[in-house]
């Protein structure tokens, strides 16, 4: 069986850039437009890019039973992602808040790959999973305690962090081998028919139509094409688990960004948190040593 290899900074970096970003534009973008329509055209346009840039490259396309496997991927890991994200932005969720929650994602996926993939975590990785924790409570903590209560937007953001994490192991156990162009057209197409139907159900409409627009373009270039295919391939380096780790380092990065964007001044617990994020994207990424006497199990096939 093939074991997973550290994932590159060349690929971490794009990842963490691409996501972080997301949730201030985001913000930006549920400002202007409604949320699930928002999420529906970014992930509509989003499949017809990657499906043109699939065609043109003659890349191959799921079929049978690895297509479904393919649309219900994507279905966890951007419909209700980026549908329970947009929601709570548009609920009053800040942007930051939103960008904490999903970072929890690499602790929520790593319990679910020991539980359900047999994934072993090193102590390596288990303290680079608790720094990751360590760095979006003193960089945002103090925002989800001003919180008071669980509200709809809280709720929504929760259900995009389950979708994240559960995508992301799906993919990891039945997606293996798939393209990620086709892989990313199809995923986005099939998240884009489901959140397609909350859509057609939610009140509003376009208030600002060159903001929406900018917020989408960025979107959908950066983040559905670029930030799918790095994510993808991350995964398939470096298991469900690794990539996920990378998210540890989002929430001060956004906030960072959040300054010119936003107006959002970063605290000096952002400071911090972008320091303890990284040292934790290292520990969670890094190679771990092969053991002796597994070289000798897998030696003797």
């Given at each position: 069986?093939?074991?997973?290899?550290?994932?590159?900074?060349?690929?971490?970096?794009?990842?963490?850039?691409?996501?972080?970003?997301?949730?201030?534009?985001?913000?930006?973008?549920?400002?202007?437009?409604?949320?699930?329509?928002?999420?529906?055209?970014?992930?509509?346009?989003?499949?017809?890019?990657?499906?043109?840039?699939?065609?043109?490259?003659?890349?191959?396309?799921?079929?049978?039973?690895?297509?479904?496997?393919?649309?219900?991927?994507?279905?966890?890991?951007?419909?209700?992602?980026?549908?329970?994200?947009?929601?709570?932005?548009?609920?009053?969720?800040?942007?930051?808040?939103?960008?904490?929650?999903?970072?929890?994602?690499?602790?929520?996926?790593?319990?679910?790959?020991?539980?359900?993939?047999?994934?072993?975590?090193?102590?390596?990785?288990?303290?680079?999973?608790?720094?990751?924790?360590?760095?979006?409570?003193?960089?945002?903590?103090?925002?989800?305690?001003?919180?008071?209560?669980?509200?709809?937007?809280?709720?929504?953001?929760?259900?995009?962090?389950?979708?994240?994490?559960?995508?992301?192991?799906?993919?990891?156990?039945?997606?293996?081998?798939?393209?990620?162009?086709?892989?990313?057209?199809?995923?986005?197409?099939?998240?884009?028919?489901?959140?397609?139907?909350?859509?057609?159900?939610?009140?509003?409409?376009?208030?600002?139509?060159?903001q929406a627009t900018a917020v989408?373009?960025?979107?959908?270039?950066?983040?559905?094409?670029?930030?799918?295919?790095?994510?993808?391939?991350?995964?398939?380096?470096?298991g469900a688990s690794r990539a996920?780790?990378?998210?540890?380092?989002?929430?001060?990065?956004?906030?960072?960004?959040?300054?010119?964007?936003?107006?959002?001044?970063?605290?000096?617990?952002?400071?911090?948190?972008?320091?303890?994020?990284?040292?934790?994207?290292?520990?969670?990424?890094?190679?771990?040593?092969?053991?002796?006497?597994?070289?000798?199990?897998?030696?003797?096939?």
């Open positions: 069986m093939k074991s997973a290899r550290s994932i590159p900074l060349s690929l971490a970096a794009p990842i963490v850039f691409i996501w972080a970003s997301g949730f201030p534009t985001g913000a930006l973008g549920v400002a202007a437009a409604p949320p699930f329509l928002l999420t529906t055209v970014r992930l509509t346009l989003a499949a017809l890019v990657l499906a043109v840039i699939a065609l043109c490259s003659r890349a191959n396309w799921p079929n049978g039973k690895l297509l479904g496997h393919t649309a219900i991927a994507g279905i966890l890991t951007y419909g209700m992602q980026f549908g329970g994200c947009y929601g709570g932005l548009s609920a009053g969720v800040p942007a930051s808040v939103t960008a904490l929650v999903i970072a929890m994602n690499p602790v929520l996926t790593a319990a679910l790959a020991a539980c359900l993939l047999r994934e072993r975590l090193s102590r390596i990785r288990l303290v680079g999973l608790g720094l990751g924790v360590l760095a979006v409570v003193v960089t945002l903590g103090d925002q989800v305690l001003a919180e008071g209560t669980l509200n709809p937007g809280i709720f929504l953001t929760m259900l995009g962090l389950l979708g994240f994490s559960a995508g992301g192991l799906y993919q990891q156990r039945c997606c293996a081998g798939v393209d990620v162009r086709t892989g990313g057209a199809v995923q986005s197409a099939a998240a884009a028919l489901a959140v397609g139907v909350a859509a057609l159900l939610e009140h509003g409409h376009v208030t600002h139509w060159a989408l373009l960025w979107l959908v270039l950066a983040g559905s094409v670029v930030g799918t295919a790095c994510y993808l391939r991350a995964v398939a380096v470096g996920s780790a990378l998210f540890s380092a989002v929430p001060p990065v956004s906030a960072l960004l959040a300054w010119p964007l936003l107006g959002e001044i970063p605290s000096i617990g952002a400071v911090l948190g972008i320091a303890l994020g990284a040292v934790a994207c290292v520990l969670g990424t890094r190679r771990e040593p092969v053991r002796e006497a597994e070289r000798e199990q897998v030696a003797g096939g």
